[in-house]
DNA sequence: AAGACGAAAGTGGTTGA
DNA sequence: TCAACAACTTTCGTCTT
């Protein structure tokens, strides 16, 4: 599978003369030699994609996998035959064909969870999760897997719809973007895999509380503590006085912080806040606009600084 | 020139008939 | 199941610093 190609001409000398070679899924251009794209061979998961309902399959933009599957290094016995030949015929081969049954069965579930167990290293080391969060992703994984949720789904999507409701269980601040883009599956999916894996398992997660992102947000922007305290009272003001229902708690917070920034003259452009918050500039703005009208005793402060400045 | 602002059109998810 | 709706995004032109 090739990507589509994105190239029209040479962005180095602008020729239009490029040369694609679909063995090495390079494109070059030929007048000098620039290699515009040496990744377009698509890696996506189709070996694993049994879900009808996923009719945009445009968006494929995972990390290929490199591990192998072909490890099968099986820890079962296939077990005495001492009794056997005391069985009839016919109870011979039941027996035969149970057991076959069963090994295929534990072998497919043993082959799955170790795929997905390396897969769930691999993410919570890139996200830097703490161990026990790895061990309760990995004991829900399982737990999916003994009830038999992964079966006509990808391993990988489920993984990441698991990893996702227990950063959401642990108030672990971490949006879908981000679980998106290490898992490499489609935020969509991820979402909607979530939602599958917390209705089966009884997981209950609470809407995410803006505060959690306010600490995060603000040491990636480098702000003080001050500015960071500042944002929290916002944002817990803003909570108490009911007018962040509804709305994205990203938003709350990038609103709140770009207010801070501004009464503790440590300003952040607003675009540099929708870039940590993973919001729109737009966004920021309107969340920013619409707690300075409904807070006033910000309005006052915003004065302030104005007028000392 | 960079940042802030706001309008307009589009997207995906929720809700209620 | 469908349509209306609110929140958010994208894009883009304009104003402010």
Known sequence: MIKDLQYKKCPECGDENLSWNKEKGEVACKSCGLVLDDKLFDFGQEWREFDSDDAQNKRRTGAPLTYTQEDRGLGTTIGTKADLYK????????????????????????????????????????????????????????????????????????????????????????TLNEVSEVTGIDKKKVAKNFKYVSRNLNIRTLPIDPMNYVSRFASELSLDPKTHTKALNIVQTAVKEEITSGRSPKGIAAGALYIASKIHNEKRTQAEIAKVADVTEVTVRNSYKELVENLNFLTNEIEKVKAGA
Not at 91 to 104: C, E, G, H, T, V
Not at 130 to 154: C, D, F, M
């Open 87 to 174: 069985l009839s015929k016919k109870n011979q081969d039941r027996f035969y064909r149970l057991r076959l049954w069963q090994r295929r069965v534990s072998t497919a579930i043993e082959s799955n969870l170790r795929l997905a167990l390396s897969e769930i290293k691999r993410i919570v080391s890139v996200l830097g999760l703490p161990t026990y969060v790895e061990e309760e992703i990995a004991r829900i994984y399982t737990e999916a897997v003994q009830r038999g949720l992964v079966r006509g789904h990808s391993t990988e999507a489920v993984v990441a719809g698991v990893v996702y409701a227990v950063l959401r269980m642990y108030d672990i601040p971490r």
